[in-house]
């Protein structure tokens, strides 16, 4: 068995877009990966996709980024700028568990810190069996808890949201409730589907924890990252801070430039399901190990210039080229969260004041705004327990108003 890394655009995108080649990153993580989208191949994840499709919409992105998030955001900041201070990752959770609550359709009836707590506690044991491949921590410490997570998160928000949603669509099927007034949520149009797409109780559960990780993890990272990046900035440039709080276009730029080099896993792991070819000619075969390195495509000097390495938001794209490069992938696995975190990349005709900036684009645009700059005292802490390049700690002062 041999294996083949690609390290460019073009070769991550002929890697990513064969369809031969299967999802072979999460198999560690089985407790919660086992089944769920990421995890599927063929027919089968061409009809789960194709389901939770009528979730991702992008009309449906806009409305929640202008009516839902703002809301969401400023309840969820509010604890944190009364106290004047803040963990950048701690608190990313925290905006983001509500972000992926809402799309993976997990309820959250009391809004109270207790049950944000319980939550919290159990999205970030899946992260971490989800993304084992790269824990450094002792792998079976980390599935026995998921699995103690899984159960917590069964009782007290899986079984009491699917219930919910079960009497909706019953009472939808009775004709006393409109499609409009079903919950718009992955489990909802899973539930209405569920013998159609072979779903079981235990794939139906992993499903949801598997959207309420891949969302909340990713954007957090993303989020800190960012901002990692746009206070050096502006350190490094005076005035910086009042010109991205006035140019909300420019500001999305410097975040998809932080995006580029931060993808939320640096590789994509595929193995060849069958004798395979990838671009023209690399002849694959059956078992072959396929590395898709997102993290070396997005910094190719070819595409992204001399200076690919560096954070430089005023760097030229060429066409074609996505700002943020792979980091959302590409082919039959591609994000469905991309436009919702990323927004829409603005062309020539955009308007500042018609255009979806996406999530991690107004999470950091109210960081800023609320004044938030590194504590001098506490300085940022990588994470120890994964090999992915993430902070485990960032903590910034803010002003309390
Ligand atoms: C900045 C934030 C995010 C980044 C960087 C990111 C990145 C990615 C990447 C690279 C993949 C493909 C992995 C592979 O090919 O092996 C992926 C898949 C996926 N993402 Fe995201 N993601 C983000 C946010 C979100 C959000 C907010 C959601 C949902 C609310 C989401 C839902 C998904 C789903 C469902 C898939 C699986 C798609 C499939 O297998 O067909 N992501 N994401």
């Not at 959207?211 to 990692?228: F, I, L, P, R």
């Not at 992938?329 to 829409?344: E, K, N, Q, T, Y």
Request: aromatic content about 8%; proline content about 5%.
């Amino acid at each position: 068995m041999s294996e083949h890394v690609f390290s460019t655009v073009r070769g991550v995108q002929d890697a990513l877009r064969n369809t031969d080649l299967e999802q072979s990153m999460y198999k560690a993580g089985a407790i919660i990966m086992d089944d769920v989208l990421l995890t599927l191949h063929g027919a089968e994840h061409h009809k789960r996709r194709t389901a939770a499709f009528k979730v991702f919409g992008r009309g449906y992105f806009r409305y929640y980024e202008r009516e839902v998030f703002p809301a969401t955001l400023s309840r969820t900041l509010e604890p944190f700028l009364a106290r004047g201070s803040a963990d950048l990752i701690d608190c990313g959770y925290r905006v983001t568990l509500n972000l992926t609550a809402d799309f993976a359709g997990i309820d959250r009836p009391e809004q109270s810190p207790a049950e944000t707590e319980a939550l919290l506690y159990c999205v970030k044991r899946f992260s971490e069996a989800a993304t084992l491949f790269h824990s450094t921590r002792d792998h079976a410490e980390v599935i026995r808890d998921a699995a103690a997570a899984l159960a917590e998160f069964d009782t007290r928000f899986f079984a009491p949201s699917r219930l919910r949603r079960e009497e909706a669509l019953a009472r939808f099927a009775a004709g006393t409730l409109t499609e409009e007034e079903l919950p718009r949520d992955v489990l909802t149009v899973l539930l209405r589907s569920y013998a159609e797409l072979g779903l079981t109780p235990e794939i139906l559960r992993r499903e949801i924890a598997f959207y309420m990780q891949a969302g909340a993890h990713s954007t957090a990272n993303s989020t800190v990252h960012a901002m990692h990046h746009i206070l050096d900035w502006c350190d490094a440039h005076p005035g910086s801070r009042e010109a991205l709080l006035a140019d909300r276009l420019l500001l999305q730029r410097f975040v998809h430039e932080s995006l580029r080099l931060h993808p939320a896993s640096p590789v994509a792991r595929r193995s060849a399901g069958c004798p395979t070819r990838i671009g023209a000619q690399l002849e694959v075969a059956t078992g072959d190990d396929v590395i898709a390195d997102i993290h070396s495509a997005n910094r190719e000097t070819a595409v992204f210039g001399e200076d690919a390495a560096v954070f430089n938001p005023y760097r030229t794209i060429p066409a074609g080229v996505w700002p943020f490069g792979l980091t959302f992938g590409f082919g039959m696995h591609a994000c469905m969260g991309r436009d919702l975190d990323g927004g829409v990349v603005p062309r020539a005709d955009t308007r500042a004041d018609d255009h979806q900036y996406g999530i991690v684009m107004l999470f950091v645009e109210s960081l800023l705004r609320h004044g938030a700059r590194r504590d001098p005292s506490h300085p940022p802490v990588p994470d120890a327990n994964t090999a992915r390049p993430n902070w485990g700690r960032y903590p910034v002062l803010l002003d309390s108003p």
